[in-house]
């Protein structure tokens, strides 16, 4: 199956998103945005960057509706990530060192990822990237992501988070976010 194939491939550079902070490239080794087909320039899953959370317990601004803390508790527990299989995309100002983008923008149609593997969970997304670091050492990074998946036995989520954060050349750190977690999973 093409994005199992694509997934294991990918694998190493999805985990390397995790922990981004001060890893941006200069200004002078930035390079001009690529705009294309997503599944050309982003052939890995793209990471939600912070864990989701139960209503109250994590964003300043957390809700969750339906049935997602009963019938969906891995949503809580596991790495989620998006695999886009079809839409477009834009990669901004290069790349770091490591070889992350150091800003992105997909949308079109994503599989819902759990640790690694695809979820039933398919439908529209859109993700949005971003991360940079200066040269008196403060970095920082955020992400913006909106995707409503429905897998073949009409059960649906729904998740728009946005996570942040900075890290000063100071040593002080911050972040911010708000989730809206949405499930109906059909139980038998």
């Known amino acids: 199956m093409k994005i199992r194939t694509a997934i294991g491939l990918a694998g190493a550079t999805a985990a390397s998103f995790v922990g981004v902070a001060g890893l941006a490239a200069s200004p002078a080794g930035a390079a001009p945005a690529q705009t294309g087909p997503v599944q050309d320039l982003i052939p890995f899953p ?5 864990p989701l959370v139960q209503a109250g ?19 809580f527990t596991d790495s989620l990530a998006f695999f886009f299989v079809s839409g477009n995309a ?6 770091s060192p490591s070889g992350i983008p150091n800003g992105l923008n997909a949308v079109g149609t994503a599989v819902l990822i759990d640790n690694g593997s695809p979820t039933a969970f398919v439908g529209p997304a859109h993700v949005w990237f971003g991360q940079n670091a200066n040269a008196n050492g403060t970095s920082y990074g955020g992400e ?16 728009i988070v946005n ?15 708000q989730q809206n977690l949405s499930c109906n999973i059909v139980v038998s």
């Open 57 to 75: 317990t994590g964003f300043p601004n957390d809700k969750v509706s339906g049935n997602c803390e009963s019938a969906a508790r891995w949503l």
């Open 144 to 159: 913006t992501v909106n995707f409503s998946g429905t897998a073949p036995d009409g059960s649906t989520i729904s998740i």
């Open 163 to 177: 996570p942040g954060f900075i890290n000063s050349a100071g040593g002080h750190s911050g972040g911010w976010g």
């Open 90 to 95: 834009v990669l901004y100002r290069g790349t």
């Open 46 to 50: 793209i990471p939600i960057f912070a």
